[in-house]
């Protein structure tokens, strides 16, 4: 069946750096493109990284550019959020998903979650 297994997160002092995996399986991974959400308590879930399925193109929400990187390794089927300049504001329960859109059908597929505490 399909899984998606986030690891990683943690407590982190503002400033610092974690970096979030996501292990992809049961789906034919180059395929589909790969996203970070984070939801906040409170708040909506947002879209905070994208990459494409090619691994060549990749988008950020504009709270995260230039302190975020979201990558994949196709060989592992694993996707990547390394997070750096650490804010509170960052705090969230982070979300890898995966999606691919055919002849109009969308496939989506979402990991449990991983907790990323900003704090001192």
């Known amino acids: 069946q399909v899984q998606l297994v986030e690891s990683g997160g943690g407590l982190v002092q503002p400033g610092g750096s974690l970096r979030l995996s996501c292990a992809a399986s049961?789906?034919?991974?180059?395929?589909?493109?790969m996203n970070w959400y984070r939801q906040a308590p409170g708040k909506e879930r947002e879209l905070v990284a994208r990459?494409?399925?090619?691994?060549?193109?990749?988008n950020y929400a504009d709270s995260v550019k230039g302190r975020f990187t979201i990558s994949r390794d196709s060989a592992k089927n694993a996707v990547y959020l390394q997070m750096n300049s650490l804010k509170p504001e960052d705090t969230a329960v982070y979300y890898c998903n995966a999606d691919r859109v055919v002849w109009g059908k969308k496939y989506d597929y979402w990991g449990q979650g991983t907790q990323v505490t900003v704090s001192s």
């Open positions: 049961g789906f034919t991974f180059s395929n589909y493109a």
């Open positions: 990459i494409n399925s090619a691994g060549g193109s990749t």
